[in-house]
């Protein structure tokens, strides 16, 4: 598995004091075999740890990258962050159906998105083995993203005049508002949805609520 595109940022990180912002902007839709099919949620890391850096960034350096995680790997980590850290206070998880509408889908993508910021302003949760490993800094976790992922990173990691590189979610909140894609896993890995045992089925009649 591929990791993550890395790229500089001009954005600041909001959470000072833990060095990491966590967001659940979008959602994406994963078609498999036939009318199977899954919901990957896509976070969005903004940080300066050295964690998820490489050797090719200076230690001043703000970077970002999309992480996209099904509902049981979410589920997954959640329970392992409330078991280790009972006291954490973390926001209930969404709950858990058999056929997901439209509408179920964007409430988990806000719970996904209120939990991971909550994980990323608290420091002994935002530098946890468990969070680094669910990001992909120690294990492959990060989105394999597809050849036309990279195009459009790609198209939009020029570096300017003054060597940093172009924003690719600086406009992150007008992308959200006109629904603008912003990336995400398809292809090769919708087939692995077969696989697992506890994958959200999308409505197979294509009809969402």
């Known amino acids: 598995m591929q990791s993550p595109a890395v790229l500089v940022t001009s954005r600041r990180v909001q959470n000072v004091h833990t060095g990491l912002d966590l967001t659940v902007p979008q959602h994406q839709e994963v078609r498999g075999k036939m009318m199977s099919g899954h919901v990957e949620y896509q976070i969005l890391v903004v940080t300066r740890l050295a964690a998820f850096k490489s050797a090719k960034h200076k230690p001043e350096d703000v970077v970002q990258f999309l992480v996209s995680k099904k509902y049981s ?118 087939g692995k949805c077969e696989e697992e045992e506890e994958e959200e089925a999308l409505d197979p009649l294509g009809i969402m609520r």
């Open 73 to 190: 790997e979410i589920e997954e980590f959640y329970q392992k962050l409330s078991s280790r850290y009972p006291a954490a206070g973390l926001p209930p998880l969404p709950r858990k159906v058999l056929f997901v509408g439209e509408s179920d889908i964007q409430e988990r993508r806000a719970v996904f998105d209120e939990i991971l910021r909550h994980v990323s302003k608290d420091a002994e949760l935002a530098s946890s083995p468990e969070l680094l490993e669910f990001l992909g800094s120690r294990s492959p976790g990060a989105a394999d993203l597809t050849s036309r992922d990279y195009s459009v990173l790609d198209a939009h990691s020029q570096v300017g005049a003054d060597g940093e590189a172009f924003d690719f979610f600086k406009q992150q909140d007008q992308a959200e508002d006109e629904g603008l894609p912003i990336l995400g896993l398809k292809g090769e890995d919708a």
